[in-house]
């Protein structure tokens, strides 16, 4: 049973770095294919895509956040993480880590394409 599990603070404060991990464990998923992905959802919106990163260590941000996102992997300790610049009240979101081992390269901007997802941890930006 494949499971996600983000960690980081859940209050920030405005400027600041946001800075999140995501842990993978259990079943067959690999980091050898497929990809990683960090999505937020803010009060009252839906899913925004922020960014993943594939098997092969690409990139790939929304281009709405790309100036602020850095996403980066640790394939020994099966984590990936989410660094977020200079944030505002606008960043207070649920923020989710989702992985796929065969989510497809024209997929992998689609919060939904990802069948793995964490419980999701709410972080807020506040002075």
């Known amino acids: 049973q494949v499971q996600l599990q983000e960690s980081g603070p859940g209050l920030v404060k405005p400027s600041q770095t946001l800075s999140l991990t995501c842990t993978v464990s259990?079943?067959?998923?690999?980091?050898?294919?497929?990809?990683r992905s960090w999505i937020r959802q803010s009060p009252g919106k839906g899913l925004e895509y922020m960014g993943a990163?594939?098997?092969?260590?690409?990139?790939y941000y929304n281009p709405s956040l790309k100036s602020r996102t850095s996403i980066s992997r640790d394939t020994s300790k099966n984590q990936f993480s989410l660094q977020l610049s200079s944030v505002t009240p606008e960043d207070t979101a649920v923020y989710f880590c989702?992985?796929?081992?065969?989510?497809?390269?024209?997929?992998?901007?689609?919060?939904?394409?990802?069948?793995?997802w964490g419980q999701g941890t709410q972080v807020t930006v506040s002075s």
């Open positions: 989702a992985a796929d081992s065969f989510v497809r390269s024209s997929q992998i901007t689609n919060p939904h394409a990802y069948r793995y």
């Open positions: 259990g079943g067959s998923i690999t980091s050898s294919y497929g990809a």
């Open positions: 990163i594939g098997y092969d260590g690409s990139t």
